[in-house]
């Protein structure tokens, strides 16, 4: 199975995860593990910026996990630009996920504030990942001003609604030239897979794993249909047919009785 790479990084696992609304660190971190993760992200608004005390960060960084912040409670372009300064100044890291959400009820990304953003954080030398709806011609246009790759939603963020936005999803696959990374709303390990069949580069799931009974099982069920979805698409998946067609024809059988 090939590698991912994303901004002259390399990651063997397609997998990416949050560190919301787990019940414990502990449980986190057993988890991530589990899922082979190797891009964690985390809000600043959820950490302590003098690691001291954090039982977020400092489990992340002893395990050697890359962190990538996010923008998340940032409202504005101007918001979400200062929260990725101040997330760089703190983490030593200029990967960001850009994310900007107005309105707490559905979270759905403000496509406006987040192009705007996308554009100075590129300038400003930031590895930008923007979570965005699943518009296509958007996506062209955050890869065009520089965006790493792209995050287009499944669905709303913690909704465990899966692939909602398919159709869009297979435009945004096939014009792509940057990794698309379908991210939230994805609620089981066969939407993840289903993700990575349609050609995605990879998936970023943190609600269905925080939430289930048992969270680090639930992980590693989501890191065996990842490499699961991208090994069928890497194969080569047979096409549908309106029609049936017969698995064992008989032309040759048929030929050799005459
Ligand atoms: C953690 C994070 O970045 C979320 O905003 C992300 O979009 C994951 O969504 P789910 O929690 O629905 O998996």
Redesign the pocket.
Known sequence: MSSLMIAGHEFSSRLFT????YASADAMMASINASGSELV???LRRMDLKHQSDNILQPLLQHGIKLLP?T?GARTAKEAVFAAQLAREALETNWV?L?IHPDPRY?MPDAIETLAAAEELVKQGFVVMP?VHADPVLCKRLEEVGCQCV?P?G??????MGLASKPFLDIIIEQSQVPVIV?????APSDAALALEMGADAV???????VAQNPAQMSLAFKMAVEAGRLAYESGLGEKRQQAQASSPFTDFVGSLS
């Open positions: 949050g560190t919301g609304k992200t985390l809000s996010n998340s996920k994310e979270l979570y995050m939603l669905s709303p963020i913690g909704s465990n991210d939230a709303g994805i609620g970023l799931v943190n609600t269905a794993m925080a």
